[in-house]
């Protein structure tokens, strides 16, 4: 059984954060009164965007800052989130979200920069983990190589953490996140592309370096989303050597039988808001599985074809991980006791993290302060975490 003895993490992607001044703030005004709450140690998951990673770097007072900001205030930090690159609170992020893919210098320079922080904020004795886009969206039109540029970006980026962990002493391993109609979205794609990575890291003679590097940041959100059975999907990663760094402790939206619900897809209708992007699946009672990359009111006011004689439906949208209805709607909590005990399984232990950064898009009024609301999420999540433990010593699966 292995299970992370670090403070459970929650994202402060959750919070706008485009400047040092506004991370910090997040931090004061949220994060310390929901650790407070919580009543436990706690990590902060920081979302760094690539000027406020640029800033740290530029001027050694603001990291300074930010690292005292972090220790008078109880905190510790292991993971950082260099998934979205700029304004996560923008009018309109969706599928710019992925941008620049993993083809791109720019998510490697940014990349590299939240390493190099991450290795001055993390407590000594500990490693790091760094959770990116997977490789880019599939809506987006790719070159013929684009499989090779990011392989070749991501085998330099492991060369330069390999090169840190020589200067500082500090591990720091990229965590590659599937998300639904991504580049890497299902385990079968993730472990094809891992496979030719590490054939590519072999024949450069660097094959050690990537393995100890690149692995997968796991979102349960996400792989429920594509009706996958989590605790195989976790196995078949173990199996390949895929290195699971980070688990996200997230749910999804769940609908049953949709066309027999028409008051559910209603209040489904609710969740369509015009910042992320909530992709959208369904599957048949064949098993066969459909998606959009979408949620939009006219799919749930008139679906159609597959969507229409689904059995289920399992919508993208990052909902509070204590809840397991949410009116007429249900969610994926479900699949969380399961995929946390097959992780308890690895032989190492992947950070974990909260990461419902939708508070402030939910429908509804959000808990005030939010503060309060994290908290429920994380004492429900450790409260889960106990049971992990539980059953792993019972020697269940």
Not at 263 to 273: G, H, K, P, S, Y
Not at 355 to 362: A, F, I, K, R, S
Request: proline letters at 6%; hydrophobic letters at 40%; aromatic letters at 6%.
């Amino acid at each position: 059984m292995s299970l992370s003895v670090l403070p459970l993490s929650y994202c402060t992607n959750v919070h706008p954060g485009t400047t040092v001044e506004a991370v910090i703030n997040g931090l004061q005004q949220h994060t310390v009164p929901a650790q407070r709450e919580y009543g436990k140690k706690l990590a902060a998951g920081l979302w760094l965007a690539a000027p406020v990673a640029t800033k740290l770097l530029a001027d050694r007072r603001q990291l300074t800052a930010l690292r005292s900001t972090l220790s008078e205030s109880g905190l510790t930090c292991h993971t950082l989130n260099a998934f979205p690159f700029g304004d996560f609170h923008s009018e309109r992020v969706k599928e710019q979200v992925y941008l620049p893919d993993w083809s791109q210098p720019e998510r490697r320079e940014f990349t590299w920069n939240c390493a190099r922080i991450l290795s001055e904020l993390l407590p000594s004795g500990t490693e790091g983990s760094l959770s990116t886009v997977p490789l880019g969206f599939k809506g987006f039109s790719h070159p013929a190589d684009f499989q090779a540029q990011c392989i070749d970006s991501l085998l330099k980026l492991a060369e330069d953490l390999d090169q840190l962990h020589d200067e500082t002493g500090q591990v720091i391993r990229l965590a590659i996140e599937p998300e639904p109609c991504c580049v890497l979205e299902t385990t079968a794609e993730t472990l094809a592309f891992f496979s030719a990575l590490f054939a590519e890291a072999d024949t450069r003679n660097c094959g050690d370096i990537a393995r100890r590097h690149l692995g997968v940041c796991y979102d349960i959100c996400h792989q429920a989303v594509e009706f996958e059975n989590l605790p195989d999907s976790i196995r078949a990663l173990e199996a390949a050597e895929v290195r699971i760094n980070k688990v996200h402790i997230t749910c999804a939206i769940h609908l049953d039988q949709p066309a027999r619900h028409r008051d559910a897809l209603q209040q489904l209708a609710r969740f369509v808001e015009p910042r992320y992007l909530h992709q959208t699946f369904a599957r048949s009672s064949t098993g066969e599985i459909k998606s959009v990359p979408d949620l939009t009111r006219e799919l749930c006011e008139s679906p159609s074809g597959d969507f229409q004689t689904a059995d289920s439906w399992r919508v993208h949208f990052h909902v509070p991980v204590h809840q397991e209805e949410l009116g007429l709607l249900g969610t994926t909590r479900r699949e969380l006791l399961p995929a946390l005990t097959a992780i308890a399984s690895l032989l190492y232990a992947p950070h974990l993290e909260v990461e419902t950064y939708t508070w402030g898009v939910l429908p509804g009024e959000a808990p005030a302060p939010l503060a309060h609301g994290i908290a429920r999420e994380l004492t429900a999540t450790s409260e889960l975490l106990s049971q992990v433990i539980s059953r792993s010593r019972n020697g269940d699966r």
